[in-house]
């Protein structure tokens, strides 16, 4: 038998397998969307009581029978759920609970200091971690190889609090060159898009090394090469296109994180982003900022894995049968 | 990973695995790592025995003392802590607990997710449906944000924390457990005991397990050091392991306010980490180099 | 030459009445579905002590028929009945039960051969599935089952990775017999060994059937191994059966054309100078399957209306079953002129 896919046959034939790849892609987008928000109501909703939290313990119990009215604390949580999921589909992400402000906005104010840090991070990422892992891989075994290699394994091992700390010490404490925390200026933001970025070069490239080196490896490079084109063709036009592939993954990855991938690095260096806030909600049981960053993540996650879906599909035909086989 | 026996030549995007890591396999590399694992146990198992003093004990006027090979004492050797009490022991502690956590952590991570692969790959279907998009979903989602609203809320116990940290990787064991379990039922020797007459339970237990185990295994080594970082990320951020307890993540979160004045707090149990979680990576990447080809 | 089956008096031991295998599949993302018909309406029968070789190219669905005669899958369409009672579903306690009675021998035996544990404790494995004799007397069995196949005692402790191809493969039939079934099912048991064994695993097959009893169905692609061990042969195309009868009588006079180009395939040295019929066109393709006749495409003698008319598996005079319009005319004809 050839290796196929065998599902019974009652699984009916799609005319326009295009539109249905799509449509299936997009339906499940939105339903790891939908598991967010019920994870999140979930697990802030039954964890304990905000009303306890937000209002100090010895407070009247009338005052505390009046917030869980105003807040809706008082329905059944199945009640709670549908008129939260309700309110989100009409783009209603509920208010803090602390400044009474809405959270959308509350978390709208701090993307912009977040990706200050993050974007600038991802350049760095992809200016040396692709360049380096290729470099390393063309030269396999050689002293850069090793250097990059261990500069990658460094790059996983070393926390990024541990890391933006070591930066701290040198660049800020000993040395008295740029400012430790804060964002007053673009000096500030330095330190931590140096941290962001090395640890992710770092992974990007050994992740494209080995990529490369697969492709490198593969039959039909050595084909290739034996039908008289020259090495360095034959990398350019064969090896770097189909490494570039898996690739692609990791990019989206990074790509999908640049709104909650500062969580650690924002709190080592007081930046008050995205991450920051978060950390902060999270402390304070503000249900509905920690749900609007949960979801808010997952929607950039989400849109970044679709994109990453459908762009395998066209860059590798040879993978779409392989992947229609899993993504059922 | 989509059907098993189709040649994929790598991980489907929605699944952002771990990228492939290839060390050099000096063998010399693989001994100092397996050295510093060894010592780390030895550590954790005779915490009692070799701490100096109590982790909390206060020494008040020998406060924010350096170690001894910067002008410190050797009555603290590690250096004291803004209370007085004694880095050394308090690092021996902290390697113990978060040791503890990482193995129990991984350790349930590698049940939760074979457990699951095998029942996708038993039932197939929606079953398998589910089990894949909740992997699809656990490997999309950040795991420290999930892990930052579930810690914050249910409050910090360390059962809650070890629970917690279970949950994270264990997308990887249940595809591994799924792809070996399906294509040993398609042809191979599952497909030949359960035409035997055998239980699910034995084809599973007796056979598929431990036919799968090596693989399991290395997977373990490979998360381990992320459970290692992600336990002393969130301690860092003051949601993980709480005081009086201490864990390594922790002491470097506390640490971190006195970097100006006693950086030693802070550097001892930082290089404890890098350390740990460099010497498991590597001692995974030489075992799945060794024993496994199938894990790239 | 071969000792005499059942008369077919009272109940076969396996009745399949006309079932078929569907598969859907899909060569890309962006294919259709496109349903394949691996086994497409095949009826046989199978008597206590007898052999059916089962014969064809690969992918003509022999394989999936020898699932579905363990009940291994179940059909789309049709029944199989094993010793009177319809198959049990697929998994469950009768289903699972039954299987002490009904076995396979594997194709490819390092693969069936769980690497990990000794020869001795898999060959045990069906007595413990099936709780059959004392734990304490299923060791003495053992030897004794390796002793039917003709391997030594101390083999018991080997690993699958120290024993030879021929030795795994003995291995995998001791297995299969230790519950004494009545049916056993051998997918390509010989060619995965040397030719040099080939013929050994071929008489151990039929000695311990002599002995034993069971009902075999052999399934190869290998026409001279079928006829050795076969007491009827039943040649397969494209899902369905389109010859069968005695193998002698197959093998000399095909009646089917797709018969007389595999038989013509065997080197025959007494055969010198007669005309060999060679298969032409493309092989078989499960999933194009041609219309009418499948077989049209490559057929020397095909006519009009093999391209639009399924010709049915019909008994000849001499009591061969052939699917062929072009044969059932001939011998039609043979009959009428008979008849003058």
Same mark, same amino acid.
């Given at each position: ?10 699984? /009916? ?8 790849? *799509? ?39 009338? !005052? ?30 509920? %208010? ?7 959270? *959308? ?48 394994? !460094? ?15 040198? #660049? ?51 084909? !290739? ?8 063709? =034959? ?9 570039? +592939? ?6 989206? @990855? ?52 679709? +994109? ?21 | ?30 001994? @100092? ?69 990482? #193995? ?13 692969? #095998? ?17 699809? #979903? ?37 595809? +591994? ?62 949601? /993980? ?23 030693? +707090? ?5 290089? =404890? ?16 180099? %060794? ?6 | ?6 008369? /077919? ?12 295998? %569907? ?15 691996? =086994? ?55 289903? %699972? ?8 021998? @594997? ?21 413990? $599935? ?59 048991? *010989? ?74 395939? $065997? ?74």
């Amino acid at each position: 038998m050839p290796p196929t896919d065998r599902t019974p046959v009652s699984t /009916g034939k799609g005319r326009r397998d295009m539109i249905r790849f *799509i449509a299936i892609r997009l339906l499940r987008s939105l339903l790891t969307i939908a598991l967010v928000v019920t994870f999140a109501f979930v697990v802030l909703r039954l964890s304990g009581d905000p009303a306890m939290l937000i209002m100090s313990v010895d407070a009247p119990p009338e !005052a505390i029978a009046a917030f869980r009215r105003s807040w809706g604390l008082d329905e059944p949580l199945w009640t709670q759920y549908l008129k939260y999921f309700g309110a989100i589909l009409h783009g209603d992400l509920g %208010r803090s609970m602390r400044d009474g402000r809405d959270a *959308i906005v509350l978390v709208a104010e701090r993307i912009p200091a977040t990706l200050a840090l993050t974007i600038p991070a991802l350049l760095i990422k992809l200016g040396i971690g692709i360049p380096a892992g290729v470099h390393a891989a063309l030269h396999r075994d050689s002293w850069s190889d090793r250097l990059v290699m261990l500069a990658a394994v !460094a790059g996983f091992t070393v926390p990024s609090f541990v890391l933006g700390l070591l930066l701290v010490l040198i #660049f800020a404490v000993q040395l008295g060159w740029l400012p430790s925390g804060g964002q007053e200026s673009w000096r500030h933001a330095i330190l931590p898009v140096i941290t962001l970025g090395v640890g992710g070069a770092a992974v990007l490239a050994r992740f494209t090394r080995s990529a490369t080196l697969e492709v490198l490896g593969q039959l039909y490079i050595r084909t !290739a090469s034996a039908k008289g084109l020259s090495w360095g063709r =034959v990398v350019r036009s064969h090896a770097l296109p189909n490494a570039a +592939i898996p690739t692609v993954t990791i990019v989206g @990855f990074m790509v999908g994180s640049l709104i909650a991938g500062a969580v650690v690095v924002e709190s080592v260096f007081s930046w008050p982003g995205v991450g920051r806030l978060l950390v902060v909600a999270v402390a304070n049981r503000d249900l509905a900022v920690v749900q609007c960053i949960l979801l808010l993540v997952a929607a950039t996650m989400v849109t970044a894995n679709l +994109i990453v879906d459908l762009l395998y599909g066209f860059l590798d035909p040879r993978l779409r049968s392989a992947r229609s086989a899993g993504a059922g | 990973m989509p059907e098993a026996p189709l040649p994929v030549p790598s991980p489907p995007p929605a699944s952002v695995a771990r990228p492939p890591r290839r060390l050099s396999k000096t063998p010399g590399l693989v001994l @100092f790592a397996l050295g510093w694992i060894a010592t780390m146990l030895l550590v954790a198992l005779l915490a009692d025995q070799l701490m100096p003093y109590a982790y909390t004990a206060l020494d008040l006027r020998n406060r924010l003392t350096p170690p001894a090979f910067l002008s410190g004492t050797w009555a603290h050797p590690l250096g004291t802590d803004e209370l007085g009490r004694d880095v050394l022991s308090r690092l021996i502690v902290s390697i113990r607990l978060s040791l503890i956590i990482a #193995f129990g952590a991984t350790m349930l991570s590698a049940t939760i997710g074979t457990l699951l692969g #095998f029942l996708a790959a038993h039932f197939r279907g929606w079953a398998e449906q589910i089990v894949m998009a909740l992997a699809d #979903f656990q490997a999309a989602m950040p795991f420290l944000i999930l892990a930052l609203s579930v810690l914050a809320f249910f409050g910090n116990a360390l059962g809650l924390l070890v629970l917690l940290l279970g949950l994270h990787g264990w997308e990887r064991y249940a595809r +591994i457990a799924r792809g070996l379990a399906i294509s040993a039922g398609a042809q191979g020797y599952a497909a030949a005991v359960r035409q035997l007459g055998a239980s699910s339970a034995r084809i599973y237990g007796r056979h598929v397990l431990p036919n799968i185990a090596s693989t399991l295994i290395v997977s373990m080594t490979l998360v381990f050091p992320e459970v290692i970082l992600l336990e002393s990320g969130l301690s860092f951020l003051g949601l /993980g392991v709480q005081p009086p307890s201490t864990s390594l993540g922790n002491m470097v979160g506390y640490g971190r306010e006195y970097l100006t004045r006693a950086p030693w +707090i802070l550097l001892s149990p930082a290089a =404890v980490i890098v350390m740990t979680t460099f010497a498991v990576s590597v001692v995974g990447d030489w075992l799945r180099d %060794r024993l496994d080809p199938t894990l790239r | 030459m071969h000792p005499r089956y059942g008369t /077919g008096l009272g109940m076969s031991l396996l009745t399949v009445t006309n079932v078929g295998r %569907r598969y859907a599949m899909r060569r890309g993302l962006l294919a259709r579905a496109v349903t394949v018909h691996a =086994v497409d309406g095949v009826s046989l029968s199978l008597e206590r002590g007898e052999t059916l070789g089962l014969v064809g190219e690969s992918g003509c669905g022999k394989s999936t028929t020898g699932r579905l005669v363990l009940g291994l899958e179940a059909p789309d369409g049709g029944a199989v009945h094993f010793d009177g009672a319809p198959m049990p579903a697929v998994g469950d306690a009768a289903w %699972r039960k039954l299987r002490a009675r009904m076995q396979m021998v @594997f194709q490819d035996p390092l693969g069936a051969l769980d690497r990990r544990l000794p020869i001795g404790v898999q060959v045990a494995e069906p007595l413990e $599935i099936h709780n059959l004799l004392n734990p304490s007397d299923r060791p003495a069995r053992v030897i004794e089952l390796l002793g039917a196949v003709g391997l030594r005692p101390d083999q018991a402790e080997r690993y699958p990775h120290e024993l030879s191809g021929g030795q795994r493969q003995r291995a995998v039939l001791a297995r299969a017999l230790a519950t004494n079934p009545d049916l056993l099912v051998c997918d390509e048991p *010989i060619s995965a060994l040397d030719v040099s064994i080939q013929a050994q695993a071929m008489n151990l097959l039929m000695e311990l059937q002599a002995r034993l009893g069971m009902a075999i169905l052999f399934i190869s692609h290998d026409l001279r191994a079928v006829r050795q061990v076969s007491h009827r042969i039943a040649v397969m195309y494209l899902g369905r059966i389109v010859e069968m009868g005695e193998p002698d009588a197959v093998l000399h006079d095909p009646a089917h054309p797709y018969a007389r180009a595999l038989a013509a395939a $065997i080197p025959h040295p007494g055969l010198r100078g007669q005309t060999r019929p060679v298969l032409q066109g493309d092989p078989p393709n499960p999933a194009d399957r041609p219309s009418g006749c499948a077989f049209h495409p490559r057929c020397p003698i095909a006519e009009a209306i093999c391209r639009t008319s399924v010709p049915a598996l019909l008994p000849r005079q001499d009591g061969r079953q052939v699917a062929c319009h072009a044969a059932h005319r001939s011998d039609a004809g043979v009959h009428r002129e008979r008849a003058a």
